[in-house]
């Protein structure tokens, strides 16, 4: 185990603006400033002793030019993540973690934001980091037809059923129904339904694909110690890792693995970094650019295989109260909203202060997974005090 790591940072307060593709009333940056201020404010600190910041998937707001309206007295800390997808959503909290740890800076916001009047879309940013001419030249164009290609195999050569796509889009809409800041709320979804939506990219329904909303998410990361003298009950950062290893990365759609989400040696990392296992999961926030890439990344995480896939990725298996591993417990990206990925991380904490909408009784520990399929991909584990105590 890292001793590092494990419970020496937590989080001290979350805040998120959300709103409809196209249509925020605020900027960018002001959606953003929001969002931190609010952060600060459930923690009790004044947004002015934030002194670093850590993004990523090309954000477009650089931390100094947030400084004015934040009073910040001094930056210490600027940082994001590689990568034009939410591969870096939870390598994010390591970079400010390890800045918190070894003294560069003292309270850390994790960011994301992400308004279309000013940023564009982001599927376009995505591709920007991926197309080349032989993808060009073969009409792929989109993420959706990159992620297809992979959802195919992991159906017609693994043998996964394509029902566990819809099994876990079902679970995001269970769950995004029942909260009320979810673009899903009150709204019913079943088979017939997800059966007529348009194709998008085969096998991709358009109920398959996560799609975007204007706003920002911030999460305010303190040392442990501090902390716990805040307002909030501290959510504890028990472990993260990031990266790839050999024969999967930026190849051309040649991975090695090539029906995975690519988090197999991301995962080993963070079990051994842990002393953790899949049976210590409580809960999961996984992030889902669509849904075939959201059941590799349970599989990558060994919740389960390729064989037993059928049965673990069932929704009585994936929703609250009462599931084995209830997962998007707000929504996810396809149901709760899109704000590349930040909404997953609010969920791991407000799961683990007892505030979630479709709360998890007794959870004591949430994992965050970004990005599957990424070129780059990231996990981390947190937990409540019961997690250790």
């Known amino acids: 185990m890292n001793k ?3 419970a020496t940072t937590a989080v001290a307060g979350i805040g998120i603006r959300q709103f409809k593709r196209g249509q925020s009333p605020m900027s960018e940056r002001t959606a953003l400033v929001h969002a931190i201020v609010d952060a600060c404010a459930e923690a009790g600190l004044d947004p002015a002793d934030v002194d670093g910041f850590v993004s990523y998937g090309d954000d477009k707001n650089e931390p100094v030019r947030l400084m004015p309206e934040l009073g910040t007295k001094e930056l210490c800390w600027s940082q994001a993540v590689f990568g034009g997808g939410g591969g870096g959503i939870a390598a994010a ?10 003294g560069q800076a003292s309270a850390v916001i994790v960011f994301r934001a992400l308004v279309q009047g000013h940023s564009g879309r982001l599927s376009a940013a995505v591709m920007a980091h991926h197309l080349n001419d032989m993808m060009i ?17 992991l159906f017609e050569h693994h043998g996964v059923p394509t029902s566990t796509a819809e099994e876990f889009v079902k679970a995001c809409y269970y769950h995004g129904a029942r909260n009320p800041d979810a673009v899903a709320y009150g709204q019913t979804f079943d088979h017939a339904q997800y059966a007529a939506s348009r194709m998008i990219a085969e096998p991709f329904h358009l109920f398959d694909c996560s799609r975007e909303n204007d706003g ?15 307002r909030k009950p501290p959510v504890y950062l028990l472990g993260v890792t990031q990266g790839t290893e050999k024969g999967w990365g930026d190849l051309a759609e040649n991975d090695v693995d090539y029906a995975s989400a690519g988090f197999a040696s991301v995962v080993r990392r963070l079990w051994r970094q842990t002393d953790l296992t899949p049976a210590d999961i409580d809960c999961a926030q996984i992030y889902e650019n669509f849904s075939a890439q959201g059941v ?3 599989i990558d995480h060994g919740f389960c295989g390729y064989e037993d896939a059928a049965e673990f990725v069932r929704m009585e298996n994936l929703i609250a109260p009462g599931g084995k591993l209830p997962i998007n417990t707000a929504g996810g990206n396809t149901a709760q909203g899109f704000i590349h990925g930040i909404g997953i991380a609010l969920e791991s904490v407000r799961q683990l202060r007892g505030e979630s909408a479709n709360p998890v009784p007794g959870a004591r520990t949430c994992l965050l997974a970004g990005g599957p399929g990424s070129p780059t991909v990231s996990s981390a584990i947190f937990g409540s005090a019961a997690a250790f105590g």
């Open 137 to 153: 030249a073969a009409g792929v164009m989109a993420p959706a037809q990159v992620c297809a290609m992979r959802a195919m195999r």
């Open 93 to 102: 909290f390591g970079s400010a973690a390890a800045a918190i740890l070894t």
């Open 216 to 230: 920002a998410g911030a999460v305010l990361l303190v040392s442990a110690e501090r902390a716990r003298d805040l």
């Open 4 to 6: 590092a790591l494990f």
């Open 296 to 298: 590799a990344s349970l």
